[in-house]
């Protein structure tokens, strides 16, 4: 459970966010801007990901394997690591906490804090682009509309997001220094 203090810094960080919270959902009041940031939330519930990461082996041969044994080994630490964050941190999603935000879609679970969606796009982004570059051009957008749509469907805070890039970078680049390919 959340201690005293973090509870409340999230009260305090959810009242400076709420305007950009509002703001980014009421993109949600346009279906075709929800259906098109849900339809980019779900490919990143990891069908996106997983997709790409076992194709790599098939257009690249026998030198994929151990990017692809890496970006496996980041993929389950980031979804230890972000669930144990949640289940000790607690912080609701906006669509619970914040008046006038409207989720857009189903939430895999309750807490908000830290973003796994967005911590899986960054640590898959930096490994994918630092053993093949040429994927940059498909995998950077795709990364930024999956962090982006996770506030825009009122699922995440802005820091939700922020954090779970900043754990995805540094999970991405400890594993590049610990197993250099």
């Known amino acids: 459970m959340a201690s005293a203090r973090a509870t409340e810094l999230f009260r305090r960080v ?6 950009w919270c509002l703001r980014l959902n009421r993109g949600c009041s346009r279906p075709y801007v929800r259906d098109v940031f849900a339809a980019v939330s779900r490919l990143g519930d990891g069908v996106f990901w997983y997709t790409l990461v076992l194709s790599l082996p098939f257009i690249y041969g026998q030198e994929a394997l151990l990017p692809v044994l890496r970006m496996a080994i ?3 630490t980031g979804l230890a690591l972000y669930k144990y964050l949640k289940s000790r941190l607690v912080r609701e999603r906006p669509y619970i ?5 409207v989720p857009g879609t189903r939430a895999l679970d309750r807490y908000s804090f830290p973003s796994g ?5 960054v640590s898959f982004t930096v490994l994918i682009t630092a053993s093949y570059p040429e994927l940059a051009m498909l ?7 999956v962090a982006m749509s996770r506030v825009v469907l009122g699922l995440h805070y802005p820091s939700d997001v922020a954090a779970g890039a900043i754990i995805g970078a540094t999970l991405a680049g ?3 220094v610990v197993m250099p390919i």
């Not at 959810?14 to 305007?19: G, H, L, P, S, T």
């Not at 969606?117 to 796009?121: F, Q, S, V």
């Open 74 to 76: 980041v993929g389950f």
């Open 97 to 101: 906490s914040l008046a006038g935000i």
């Open 139 to 145: 995998c950077v957008p795709f990364a930024m509309l």
């Open 117 to 121: 969606h967005t911590l899986h796009a």
């Open 14 to 19: 959810d009242a400076i966010e709420y305007n």
């Open 174 to 176: 400890a594993s590049m």
